[in-house]
């Protein structure tokens, strides 16, 4: 059994409040009607995990921060990732460490020397990171096959749905029958083939070209190499040219773009001191105008009416006022005092605005220069780009072209020339080449026998329990097998034909059970099998999906066997913890089994309590 994996709690973190859900116990089953929201907890259970194919839900993308927290073989450990951005980094935490080292992980396109927070998981759990020619298995693909039981595929694919070479890979690895000597052998009984291989077309393309004419004599050939030596040194020696052009081409075309980044700033430059003296003239029109209005109001003769009644004003004494009576010496003089000081203001903005209207009219011109310079530039780059830069890198890449091309040609002529018995040279060497294919071939042939036994043996045993599981829930099922190559699976049920996966209906779902069985098997074949490193861990959306009233002892019988996988421990001490989701409760209450209610007014999300 792989190393013992118990999730505690999931937080998150909405606004300034911290959130929690607590999966106290092994076994728990999120309870409530189709589209509460069961699902999307299930999909953000193992996100904060660095996960790149779990799906997000809007409840997921409102949340700040999603932290999880879990034990791996005893040591507690805490992730944390943005729910809102998941390309974020990940946060990583050992609450075991008293020195509190957090590590920043990324999600993905990991920088040298540092690894992806899937990665890191991966590792962590003891998952192989296995490979196979273009296949290279990360945290997901565990995840998909044998970590999860999806609702989107739960009832259709088989386990997960991914690609063969996916799925073969990941339970090879999880079966401990991944073996990266194996997977040297291979590579290297591949590579002297092709070695072998390589010999033998170059004899026969000699032997062609001899037969040709092409090679009638040592002399020709010595002919043919010093031709391809003159037409290699001429090629090189143009190639040079080329390339040297190309430099200068590239250096003058850097010149004229920097000569147009430094006209395109003058001309921003320009055109932002005419914005600037545009609003400054703006600014001294309306100080103008309102110095003028001043002074027309001045120059208005003094109202004969009350202010106040709008009456005719009585005559009153010299020296008083015609309004309030009062005394007022020199209103005539003070009038004009604000008159004339009116009109110097007026005169000083007019000169004022003369010399705004001089220096916009400068910026103006100005920033026209700099807009004709900074095209003309432009142009002028553009132009040398296509007419002289693009076509000189193109005659110097085709003269590259040319010169590596009569290099090969004077080297294969110059391997040629110094074999002065190049048939029975090239003969010694097929001959090296081969010895050296079938010692590889050999060795990787006996490798693949005793791990063809140990292979046939570990699937033989999983067959067994994979049907112990299936008639566990489905007593009605005869026989089971599973195929040894590729993992596939044939099941029989009474009364019917031995079906494929793909051949199982979706009425009843067996596709459900058949997953369902796969997954716990593999777990009891960890529990007698020490090279067998599959987490105990099971994440079960919607198992009971399809089944219906008329089915309903089978998904008693699976809610039992879901539930009996946890009662048994692993060797580490922890048994398997099982997380899923039904839509009615539990027909009766189960010893340490806690159902989580996700309805209308028991959100997943919106109504969690409050993180201590």
């Known amino acids: 059994m792989g190393l013992s994996f118990v999730i505690e709690k999931l937080e998150f973190q909405r606004g300034d409040v911290w959130q929690v859900r607590y999966i106290k116990g092994l076994v728990a089953f999120l309870v409530g009607h189709s589209g509460a929201g069961k699902s999307t907890a299930l999909e953000a259970l193992l996100y904060p995990l660095g996960l790149t194919t779990a799906t997000i839900m809007p409840e997921v993308g409102a949340c700040q921060q999603i932290r999880l927290t879990f034990r791996v073989a005893g040591t507690r450990w805490q992730v944390t990732r943005s729910g809102s951005n998941p390309r974020a980094r990940v946060s990583v935490k050992n609450l075991d460490d008293n020195t509190g080292a957090e590590r920043s992980l990324p999600v993905k396109n990991a920088k040298a020397g540092e690894v992806t927070a899937g990665a890191f998981i991966q590792d962590l759990l003891g998952l192989p990171q296995a490979a196979r020619g273009a296949t290279r298995l990360d945290l997901d693909d565990y995840y998909n096959t044998v970590l999860a039981l999806r609702q989107h595929t739960i009832a259709s694919a088989f386990l997960g749905g991914a690609k063969d070479e996916v799925r073969i890979l ?39 070209l001899r037969d040709r004419g092409g090679l009638a ?100 004494e010299p020296g008083l006022c015609r309004q309030c009576g009062q005394a007022c010496l020199d209103a005539a003089d003070q009038r004009e005092r604000k008159i004339a000081a009116a009109r110097a203001r007026v005169e000083r903005l007019r000169m004022k605005l003369r010399s705004l209207q001089e220096a916009l009219d400068a910026a103006l011109a100005a920033a026209e220069k700099a807009e004709d310079m900074a095209t003309a530039a432009l142009d002028a780059r553009d132009t040398y780009d296509q007419h002289d830069l693009q076509p000189t890198r193109t005659a110097a890449q085709q003269a590259e072209k040319t010169a590596h091309g009569l290099s090969r040609d004077v080297a294969r002529l110059k391997e040629w020339l110094d074999s002065s018995d190049y048939i029975n040279t090239q003969q010694q060497v097929i001959d090296a080449a081969k010895a050296d294919m079938e010692k590889a071939k050999a060795a990787r042939d006996a490798a693949l026998t005793a791990y063809d036994v140990r292979r046939k043996n570990v699937i033989a045993r999983w067959t067994e329990l994979f049907l112990a599981r299936l008639q566990q829930i489905n007593p009605a099922i005869e026989t089971a097998y599973i195929d040894p190559t590729n993992f596939t699976t044939r099941v029989k049920e009474r009364d019917n034909p031995e079906k494929t996966f793909a051949e199982s209906s979706v009425a009843g779902s067996p596709k459900v059970v058949t997953n369902v069985a796969m997954l716990l098997s593999l777990r009891d074949l960890g529990r007698t099998d020490p090279d067998v490193r599959v987490p105990p861990l099971m994440i079960v959306d919607s198992p009971l999906a399809d089944l219906g009233a008329v089915d309903q002892a089978t998904g008693l019988r699976l809610i ?26 539990l027909p009766h209450p189960y010893t340490g089994v806690r159902e989580i209610p996700v309805d209308t007014d028991n959100r997943f999300f919106d109504h969690a309590p409050h993180s201590a």
Not at 187 to 201: D, I
């Open 170 to 208: 990941v339970l090879e690895a999880i079966l401990g029958l991944w073996d990266a000597d194996i997977a040297g052998l291979e590579k290297n009984a591949a590579e002297t083939a092709s070695r072998f291989n390589k010999a033998k077309a170059d004899l026969a393309a000699f032997k062609k």
């Open 217 to 316: 004599d040592p002399d020709r050939v010595r002919s043919d190499y010093g031709q391809k030596q003159r037409e290699h040194a001429a090629a090189a020696s143009a190639w040079q040219k080329a390339d040297a052009a190309l430099k200068s081409a590239v250096g003058e075309h850097g010149r004229l773009i920097a000569l147009h980044k430094a006209a395109d700033a003058d001309r921003r430059k320009t055109a932002k001191q005419a914005t600037v003296a545009h609003e400054k003239l703006q600014g001294a029109t309306a100080e103008h105008a309102r110095a003028e209005g001043a002074l027309g109001e001045l120059l208005t003769p003094p109202s004969e009416d009350c202010t106040s009644c709008g009456q005719p004003l009585p005559e009153r």
């Open 560 to 585: 039992d066997t879901l539930i009996d996988i946890a009662s048994d421990p692993s060797s580490d001490g922890h048994a398997c913890q099982v997380i899923a989701a039904i839509n009615d409760p």
